[in-house]
């Protein structure tokens, strides 16, 4: 059975850091791109960052560029997103993804399966 369980969520001052991590099982997690997304409150999931399968590559969303480090180690079977200089607006449940049909674009390669989601909040 697949699963994809997030956590290393909280709250933090704007400024602050917040590692998370996504522990996969149930599938050869080193055999595919994985994506973390985000939703706001009341708002739509976000694309914030992908990754290939032997983290040869990266990608992010422009408003996380510079600040974010999607990262993966797969002989943990663990999807990481190092967050640094956080902002009010990067407040929202933060979710890590399987790709399984790429996209275009990054921003639209198609999931098969979704964490839970963790809670970042950025308040001062």
Same mark, same amino acid.
Request: hydrophobic share 25%.
């Given at each position: 059975q697949v699963q994809l369980v997030e @956590? *290393?969520?909280?709250?933090?001052q704007p400024g602050g850091s917040l590692r998370l991590s996504c522990v996969a099982s149930g599938f050869t997690f080193s055999t595919y791109y994985m994506t973390w997304v985000r939703?706001?409150?009341?708002? !739509?999931?976000? !694309?914030v960052a992908s990754i290939f399968s032997d983290g040869s590559?990266?990608?992010?969303?422009? @408003?996380?560029? *510079? %600040?974010?480090?999607? @990262? %993966?180690d797969n002989a943990k079977n663990t999807l990481y997103l190092q967050m640094n200089s956080l902002k009010s607006?990067?407040? *929202?449940?933060y979710i890590c993804a399987k790709v399984f049909i790429l996209g275009a674009?990054? @921003? %639209?390669?198609?999931?098969?399966y979704w964490g839970q989601g963790t809670q970042v909040t950025v308040s001062s």
């Open positions: @956590s *290393g969520g909280g709250l933090v939703q706001a409150p009341g708002k !739509w999931l976000e !694309w590559n990266t990608y992010y969303t422009d @408003s996380v560029k *510079g %600040r974010f480090t999607i @990262s %993966r607006e990067d407040t *929202g449940v674009t990054t @921003s %639209r390669d198609e999931h098969d």
